[in-house]
């Protein structure tokens, strides 16, 4: 079964940083993308960054470039998002899920990131 498992979320102050995890199984690793999103309350759920397990090719939204960098280990079927200077507007529930095609069909069950002012 395709399982997906988000950790490394918590409170942080503005300015701090995390590294969030999502160990992947189930599946052919590096045939599909891991794309990292998130929702805040009252907010639609936003596509945040994503990799290419293949070949390495990464995607940031404007919001967090230059501040949050993917990055995957192939061997252990574990992509990571470091996320530094964070931002209160960072605060969300993230997902990671997996992609084929730009369509996500399987989804962890989220961890949450609250960076305080």
């Known amino acids: 079964e395709v399982q997906l498992v988000e950790s490394g979320g918590g409170l942080v102050q503005a300015g701090g940083s995390l590294r969030l995890s999502c160990a992947a199984s189930?599946?052919?690793?590096?045939?599909?993308?891991i794309g990292w999103f998130r929702q805040a309350p009252g907010k639609e759920r936003e596509g945040v960054s994503c990799?290419?397990?293949?070949?390495?090719?990464?995607y940031y939204a404007d919001s967090v470039k230059g501040r949050f960098t993917i990055s995957s280990d192939n061997a252990k079927n574990t992509v990571y998002l470091q996320m530094n200077s964070l931002k209160p507007e960072d605060t969300g529930v993230y997902y990671c899920?997996?992609?084929?095609?730009?369509?996500?069909?399987?989804w962890g069950q989220g961890t949450q990131v609250a960076v305080s002012s």
């Open positions: 990799i290419s397990s293949s070949d390495g090719s990464t």
């Open positions: 899920g997996q992609g084929l095609s730009g369509a996500y069909g399987f």
């Open positions: 189930g599946f052919t690793f590096d045939e599909y993308a």
